[in-house]
Structure formats: structure tokens, C-alpha cells
């Protein structure tokens, strides 16, 4: 069994780009977001699919045409200054996009607790290198627990999911070489900690 292969396909698979789009799939079809109508819906899906995902590949692809990254997959901790700031901005764009819904405000929090978690990696990214794909399964894992301690929807399933998705993520990570065990344990909690704090007090 070629274990590489399988470590970089759960990699991409999890890539922080993703997730919040995982995230959002769940919150329309799982939670009272359910009941929105399609319009509604598709709107969301976009917008989250444009500040998340498209609008920081496309600056990933100028900084590379630039050459102010060596790769795309941003390994070096000092060029990851720029595309984390991108993506900080994207999400709180995305969450004053998602305000003009005022039945959305766990959506906007939710966007505002991604952004909350690029800025961790970036103050963190000029002293020492923090794993991005576990801070952001730690972001996921803390938003799902905080919707099971509300009562947003039945996310017991989701959650055990996410935790099971983490763990081998981590696991991923760690035999690509691409990070040791406190990087990995680091992004995890500190993706975890920012989120609840964001959802909580933002």
C-alpha cells in the first residue's frame, strides 16, 4: 500500500481552502439553515466558495508568478506572511458579505473564527512554523462542538467525523515529514482555542 499517496490525497482532501466548504454543506442541510430557500442557499455556497477558495488560489497563483513563493504549498514558513494575510482579509469580507442575511449570524462568526485562525498562523508564522491544515480541523472540530452545546442542529455525527478526520490528518502530516508532533498538536488546539473564543466574544 503506497501510504505516501494516500497521505497526500487526505491532504488535499483537508486542505484548509476546503473546509469551510465542507463546514457550509453541513450547516445547510444539517441545521434550521436547512430551511432557507435554494436562492438563499446557492448564494451562500458561492459566497464562501469565492472568499474561501477561489479568491486565495488565484493569489496564490500571483505571489507564485511573482516569485514571492517557492511553491504552492507554502512549506516555508516565511512566505506563508502574505497568503495568510490574503486569506484573513477574504474571511472577513466574507463575513461582512454574510451580515446582510441577519438570520445568518452564526455564519458570519463561524467566517470571522477562519479569520481569527489565519491571523493565529501568521503572528505565529514569523517566530516558528504551525501546521495550517490542523489549525483549521481544529477550527472545525471547536465550531461543531460549540453547535452541539447550543442545540444548532443534531452535529454529534458531523462532530465524531471531524475528530476522526483530524486525527488522521495529523497522522498524514506527520509521516509526509511536512511537520512534527508540536507543530501538529499546536495548530490543533490553537485552531480549537481562537474558534470558541471567536464564536463566543465576535
Given amino acids: 500500500m503506497n501510504y505516501k499517496k494516500i497521505s497526500t490525497g487526505i491532504s488535499w482532501v483537508l486542505h484548509p481552502f476546503l473546509l469551510p466548504v465542507y463546514m457550509m454543506a453541513v450547516l445547510l442541510t444539517m441545521t434550521t439553515f436547512a430551511h432557507y430557500s435554494p436562492n438563499v442557499k446557492f448564494y451562500l455556497l458561492w459566497v464562501v466558495m469565492l472568499y474561501a477558495v477561489i479568491i486565495p488560489v488565484l493569489a496564490l497563483g500571483v505571489l507564485r508568478s511573482l516569485g514571492r513563493i517557492s511553491d504552492y504549498r507554502v512549506d516555508d514558513r516565511r512566505e506563508r506572511m502574505l497568503p495568510l494575510l490574503v486569506g484573513a482579509?477574504?474571511?472577513?469580507?466574507?463575513?461582512?458579505?454574510?451580515?446582510?442575511?441577519?438570520?445568518?449570524?452564526?455564519?458570519?462568526?463561524?467566517?470571522?473564527?477562519?479569520?481569527?485562525?489565519?491571523?493565529?498562523?501568521?503572528?505565529?508564522?514569523?517566530?516558528?512554523?504551525?501546521?495550517?491544515?490542523?489549525?483549521?480541523?481544529?477550527?472545525?472540530?471547536?465550531?461543531?462542538?460549540?453547535?452541539?452545546?447550543?442545540?444548532?442542529?443534531?452535529?454529534?455525527?458531523?462532530?465524531?467525523?471531524?475528530?476522526?478526520?483530524?486525527?488522521?490528518?495529523?497522522?498524514?502530516?506527520?509521516?509526509?515529514?511536512c511537520h512534527n508532533g508540536r507543530q501538529v498538536l499546536a495548530g490543533f488546539c490553537g485552531g480549537f482555542a481562537v474558534s470558541v473564543l471567536a464564536v463566543l466574544f465576535l
Fill in 89 to 177: 482579509l477574504c474571511y472577513i469580507l466574507c463575513a461582512i458579505t454574510v451580515a446582510k442575511i441577519p438570520s445568518a449570524i452564526f455564519l458570519r462568526k463561524f467566517m470571522l473564527a477562519a479569520a481569527c485562525c489565519e491571523l493565529l498562523c501568521l503572528g505565529v508564522s514569523f517566530y516558528w512554523k504551525i501546521s495550517l491544515h490542523l489549525t483549521g480541523m481544529g477550527a472545525v472540530v471547536a465550531l461543531l462542538v460549540v453547535m452541539n452545546v447550543v442545540g444548532v442542529g443534531n452535529m454529534m455525527v458531523p462532530l465524531m467525523a471531524a475528530i476522526l478526520c483530524a486525527g488522521a490528518l495529523a497522522s498524514a502530516r506527520l509521516y509526509l515529514g
